[in-house]
């Protein structure tokens, strides 16, 4: 039998390059999906970001091709490498490589860069004459191709293939892609019961045009068709419930192992829970907090967006000096949340330490040492972070919403908070 073939499309993969939770997935979906059986043709495609890492790997130059914006030529070059047994191709081209980093700040050179990665990738299976059974895109960036297959319907190589849409965060809907969509001959879309302003982003049009939206938890599947956190698309949303589902994302264990993890001073598993106090002391040493064995050691890991509600920590922690904690916080974003998170390290020295960057190895650190880690999200379309902490022996501390609600059980019960 002919096996089934789908193409994963992504802004970001670990190990190749990582902002946040969708590198995490993107990175170790396609290998889940692999192990299903031999019977999956499995493919990443991701853009060859400046920042991708690609050492001991052999990058060979597949094909180049040009796509047409505005009646000019872009050139794109494809790159592949194999990773465990995982076939990856790395798009290159001016609006990728003319971006420095993977989010740009500026949202007009995102607009291109994505636009241009979504529809090379699709051609890119052309050129390979390699046709997909499924295109499997996330979120906004790679929405575009979505909706290109769609409209590719009449054409004998995409007729009938069928296309998955992840929504790891409606928040992000690619507006200021709207001119370059257009550039590359995406028109707007005409559907009465989505905004007028969402026919004409990447996230309206993938909606749309999907076969399946999938959204990273079932609690954030429903939460997505209420006016709370459906951004204005809820009320399509509902109408389109048939072909909404949500699937809880996971984490590799074996790519998060504290028995096994090089980054921790001390290895441990469930049964040696104890060894977790000397990566503690180690971290405590590192940051010259005070070595308080009693006192739990809070933590953050996670992009400062209003989102994560790190100003909600911020300010509530305020609130209780008079309790005996410390709390080591590692990211980075919003620069004002980055000023109130160093002004609170400048307050009491001795028992916070603000880490103002993307670390890898520190956070999982941070993980095998910290007691309590906190996730008051405003929003949590899955998260994984509260995974890898209870991976770690950290013990969440999370809001009830999201992922956060379909993953984090009572302690004392066993129970999610989506079963009570
Ligand atoms: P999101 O995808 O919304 O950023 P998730 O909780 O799903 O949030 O995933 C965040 C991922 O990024 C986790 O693997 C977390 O450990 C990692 N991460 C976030 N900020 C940092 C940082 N500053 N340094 C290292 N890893 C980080």
Redesign the pocket.
């Known amino acids: 039998m002919k096996p089934l073939r789908i193409l994963f499309v992504a802004s970001e993969a670990d190990p190749f390059v990582k902002v ?3 590198g ?1 997935v993107a990175g170790s979906l396609p290998y889940a999906l692999q192990a299903l059986g031999a019977d999956l043709d499995v493919r990443l495609v991701i853009p060859f970001h400046a920042s991708t890492r690609t050492e001991g790997l052999t990058l060979v130059r597949e094909t180049v091709f040009t796509l047409l914006r505005d009646g000019r030529e872009v050139p794109a070059q494809v790159f592949y490498t194999d990773v465990k047994g995982l076939p990856v191709y790395l798009i290159s081209g001016a609006p990728v490589t003319g971006s420095l980093k993977v989010y740009d700040p500026n949202p007009l050179a995102d607009g291109e860069k994505y636009t241009f990665f979504s529809l090379a990738a699709l051609e890119m299976a052309r050129r390979l004459d390699w046709r997909p059974d499924i295109v499997h895109a996330n979120d906004w960036h790679t929405a575009a191709a979505i909706y290109q297959v769609r409209r590719m319907q009449h054409d004998p190589f995409w007729k009938g293939v069928k296309t998955v849409f992840s929504v790891h ?1 409606l928040g992000y809907m690619g507006p200021e892609a709207e001119n370059a969509l257009v550039s590359y001959g995406l028109p707007p879309i005409h559907e009465p019961l989505l905004p007028e302003w969402a026919c004409r982003q990447p996230m309206g049009q993938a909606l749309w045009a999907a076969d399946e939206i999938v959204a990273v938890s079932p609690s954030y599947a429903e939460e997505i068709q209420t006016p709370e956190y459906g951004y204005g698309l809820e009320k399509y949303l509902q109408a389109q419930r048939a072909k909404v589902t949500g699937i809880v994302n996971g984490i590799d264990y074996s790519l998060w192992d504290p028995a096994r993890d090089k980054a921790l001073e001390a290895t441990f598993d469930s049964t040696s829970l104890a060894e977790r106090a000397k990566n503690k002391a180690n971290l405590q040493a590192q940051f010259a907090l005070t070595e308080m064995p009693e006192a739990p050691l809070l933590a953050m ?3 400062f967006d209003f989102q994560k509600g790190v100003d909600i920590a911020l300010n509530s922690l305020r609130m209780v000096t008079d309790l005996s904690w410390q709390l080591i916080l ?3 974003g919003n620069a004002a949340l980055e000023d109130a998170a160093r002004k609170l390290e400048a307050d009491f020295p001795h028992r916070i330490a603000s880490v103002i ?4 190895r520190l ?1 999982r650190q941070i993980y095998g040492s910290s007691d309590i880690l906190l996730m008051p999200s405003r929003y949590e379309p ?4 509260q995974m ?1 902490a209870m991976r770690y022996g950290s013990v969440p501390l999370a809001r009830a919403t999201g992922g956060l609600r379909d993953t984090i059980a009572d302690s004392r019960t066993g129970v999610l908070v989506t079963d009570a």
């Open positions: 946040g939770g969708l995490d965060n890991i996670t992009r590692l990211g980075t960057r993307f670390d890898a956070s899955c998260g994984l972070a890898i």
